[in-house]
C-alpha cells in the first residue's frame, strides 16, 4: 500500500526551514554502475538514455552506452569532486550497492568529505519494477542493497532513491518496515509530505527528472549556457515563492553528463549564483526529512489520518 492525499498548495500552512530559510537547495550525484551484459535476449535497459539509441540484447555488450557512462566513473566525477571543493559546496549521493563494490573509490571520496549517501537499488539495471507483482523478490533487493550499504558505510542507510525512479506499490512499505525516514521516487512537489504505508509513515521527498542534467542535457540538448540559465531560473523562482513558504530545489546529476569538461563552467556559475543569496539552506537529505517528520502537522494537519 501506497497513499498520500492530494493537498493543493494554498491549502497548506506555511513553512520555514529550521533556520529561517526560504529554499533548500540540493545536488544530487548519482553513482551509478550497471553490468555490461545480462543473461538475456531480451534488449538490457542500463538506466538512463542511451548515447546510442538502438538497444541492444542482453548478452550482448554494448560498449557506446556502456563506456559512455564510465566515463562518468573514471573522470567525470572527479571533476565534480573539485567543483565542489573548490566552492564548499556538499552533495547528496545516491548509490547502488555494486558501486561499493566496484568503484568504492567513488563512494569513499564522498564519504571523506562527510556527504550523504542513499541507497539506490543493487545494481542500476535491475528494476524494482522487474518485480512489480513479487513482493518477496523485491525485499531480497532491498536488503541486498542494504547489507551492502551497510558494510561500507557502517550504519543502515536512511534514504531511498529507486534505479531509474521505477518502484512498485510495495516499495514504500517495505522501506518502511526497514526503517527508512524518506522515500525519493515520487516527484510531484516543491516540498515534502507525508506517505502513508502498511508499515507506517515515510517522508516523501521528491527528487526530480525535470532539473536534471539527463532531461536537460541528454535529451533536450541545452548548450552549456542554457543549462546553466535554466538552473538560475529554477532557483530565482523558487528562491521568490520561498519568500511565502520553504521550498526545495533538487539538481539531478550524472557525473557522465555533468562531469564533462565543457559543462562544468555551467555548475560553477550557477553554484555562485545561489550563494551569492541570502535565506538558501544547503542540507542533506536526512536533515529535511528529520525536521519534517517532526514537523508535518504544522505544514497540513492530518496528513497520517
Avoid at 121 to 145: C, K, M, P, W, Y
Avoid at 247 to 272: C, K, T, Y
Wanted: charged share 25%.
Amino acid at each position: 500500500m501506497l497513499e498520500y492525499d492530494y493537498v493543493p498548495l494554498p491549502k497548506r500552512n506555511p513553512i520555514r526551514w529550521p533556520g529561517g530559510e526560504g529554499l533548500a537547495v540540493i545536488f544530487t550525484f548519482n553513482l551509478e554502475t550497471w553490468d555490461l551484459t545480462k543473461d538475456t535476449d531480451k534488449p538490457y535497459y542500463a538506466g538512463g538514455p542511451a548515447i546510442l539509441p538502438d538497444t541492444l540484447p542482453g548478452n550482448t555488450p554494448d560498449f557506446p552506452n556502456f563506456t559512455w557512462r564510465e566515463y562518468g566513473q573514471r573522470v567525470g566525477i572527479w571533476r565534480l569532486y573539485d567543483l565542489f571543493d573548490e566552492m564548499n559546496i556538499q552533495a547528496s549521493c545516491t548509490t547502488n550497492a555494486v558501486t561499493f563494490q566496484r568503484r568504492g573509490e567513488m563512494t569513499n571520496a564522498a564519504l571523506d568529505r562527510g556527504w550523504e549517501l542513499l541507497a539506490h537499488n543493487f545494481e542500476q539495471g535491475e528494476l524494482l519494477t522487474n518485480f512489480a507483482h513479487d513482493e518477496a523478490a523485491e525485499r531480497d533487493v532491498i536488503l541486498r542493497s542494504i547489507a551492502v550499504y551497510e558494510d561500507h558505510v557502517g550504519r543502515r542507510p536512511v534514504g531511498w532513491l529507486s534505479s531509474s525512479l521505477r518502484s512498485t506499490l510495495n516499495t514504500a512499505g517495505i522501506l518502511a518496515s526497514e526503517g527508512f525516514k524518506f522515500y525519493c521516487d515520487i516527484m510531484n512537489d516543491d516540498q515534502p509530505f507525508m506517505i502513508r504505508t502498511g508499515h507506517g509513515p515515510i517522508v516523501g521527498l521528491p527528487y526530480s527528472n525535470v532539473i536534471n542534467d539527463f532531461t536537460m542535457v541528454a535529451r533536450q540538448s541545452l548548450t552549456t549556457d542554457q543549462f546553466r540559465d535554466q538552473l538560475i531560473e529554477e532557483f530565482d523562482a523558487l528562491y521568490a515563492d520561498g519568500k511565502k513558504t520553504a521550498r526545495i530545489m533538487n539538481i539531478g546529476l550524472h557525473p557522465h553528463v555533468s562531469g564533462r569538461a565543457h559543462r562544468i563552467r555551467a555548475l560553477r556559475e550557477f553554484i555562485a549564483h545561489a550563494k551569492a543569496h541570502d535565506g538558501v539552506w544547503w542540507p542533506k537529505r536526512e536533515e529535511i526529512a528529520t525536521w519534517y517528520a517532526a514537523n508535518h502537522e504544522a505544514h497540513f494537519p492530518g496528513q497520517l489520518g
